[in-house]
């Protein structure tokens, strides 16, 4: 295997994993918490409603978008306030994310697995590769 191989396989993995936890995510606060108790949550931290929207919705596409590896890139990067956000929210929690309200070391992990996969894109077996689907992608969005 050559060098490059190795790294398409590395970004599949890294991708893979940032889509698959920000799809759960997403998921959890859309059927589990649900969208009420989603905003009841954010509003309790002092932050407006459509904050949980935005990040419910950031989270199911920006997820979807990363397994896919459609738009890998900028859903990536589109992802990093979410997930900024929530290190904001578990900062104060100390470093362990077991530690009551979760720390912020899950996150932190997130935030550079997001920068992880806007630098490296989408590796191998991603959707953007098909030449169909790649004819409809804008050129500034191939690198």
Known sequence: MTQTTNLNYGALIARLTLGSIL??????????FTIPGTVGYFESLGLPSIAAYMTVFGELAAGTAILLGLYTRLAAL?????LIGALTVHASNGWVFSNPGGGWEFPLLLVVLAVIVAIQGSGVYAIRKLPIVDAFIPSVLKA
Request: charged fraction near 5%.
């Open 23 to 32: 799809l759960a995510h997403g998921l959890l606060k859309l059927l589990v």
């Open 78 to 82: 589109l992802s990093l306030p979410i």
